[in-house]
């Protein structure tokens, strides 16, 4: 309707990937631990080659805390504090999404339907955190954005940066597009829902507002399982 413009505004232009309608048993894409393990060295590679944890920082709060790409951009360092017991953890509490009406083509929202949330940050991301935050000549401000443009400090890149940026370092280093950007959180919540985490865990972490989001994403479908699970009923008989 949109093109044949019976409508004026595509209803879905704002909407981001996992803002689509779910169907039961949604089967998502997301990294084998070997495919993992090789998209931590491309990211480590290319934090050598270009003397920057920026994208590496970037890709692995997606991949290690669930962010979605949205979530991730408009952090700041003051999002990342300690709990009582002195773990870090970062404050997720916005959300860019592109809107062309605007100048700068990027608006700064809640996250999508007010999910709010603290996200636990596992050691090895928490101390290349550090290190990135460390590369800057003067230690930015607690305001300060963690993933600045380049030209300009004080703006977050455009949402379409880190898709095309994944692109480019996937046909340098692995040959072939590995993952999208939302795959990465995907990856996190397969790996959690592999190891046995329930599923309330789960749905926290990825700012579920219902808990049948989780399920139909998560519940396992995976090969392995259905094979451990027959494997299992065939011993006990």
């Avoid at 080659?49 to 979530?71: D, M």
């Avoid at 916005?94 to 999910?115: C, F, G, H, S, T």
């Avoid at 597009?177 to 309330?200: C, M, Y």
């Avoid at 926290?204 to 995976?222: E, K, M, P, V, W």
Wanted: aromatic share 8%; net charge positive; hydrophobic share 35%.
């Amino acid at each position: 309707a949109y093109r044949t413009r019976y409508i004026r505004e595509n209803p879905f232009l704002f909407l981001e990937n996992d803002d689509k309608i779910v169907q039961a048993k949604h089967k998502v894409s997301h990294l084998s631990e070997e495919e993992i393990k090789a998209f931590e060295t491309m990211l480590e590679n290319y934090a050598a080659k270009s003397k920057s944890r920026y994208w590496q920082v970037y890709f692995l709060i997606a991949l290690r805390c669930g962010l979605r790409r949205g979530e991730i951009l408009p952090l700041q360092w003051k999002d990342i504090t300690m709990d009582e017991s002195g773990e870090p953890i970062l404050h997720v509490t916005k959300n860019a999404v592109r809107n062309p009406d605007l100048p700068d083509k990027v608006e700064i929202r809640k996250p999508k339907r007010d999910q709010v949330r603290d996200v636990p940050i596992p050691p090895q991301l928490y101390r290349l955190m550090m290190e990135y935050r460390a590369e800057w000549d003067a230690m930015p401000l607690d305001d300060a954005y963690m993933f600045p443009r380049k030209n300009d400090l004080s703006k977050i890149m455009y949402t379409t940066v880190p898709t095309q940026k994944l692109r480019r370092l996937e046909q340098s280093y692995l040959k072939e597009a590995t993952a999208s950007v939302h795959d990465l959180r995907h990856s996190v919540g397969s790996e959690l829902s592999r190891i046995g985490t329930p599923l309330k865990v789960i749905q926290t972490l990825l700012g579920h507002s219902d808990s049948r989001t989780t399920a139909n994403f998560y519940i396992g479908t995976d090969m392995d399982q259905l094979r451990e699970a027959v494997n299992k009923a065939e011993n006990a008989g």
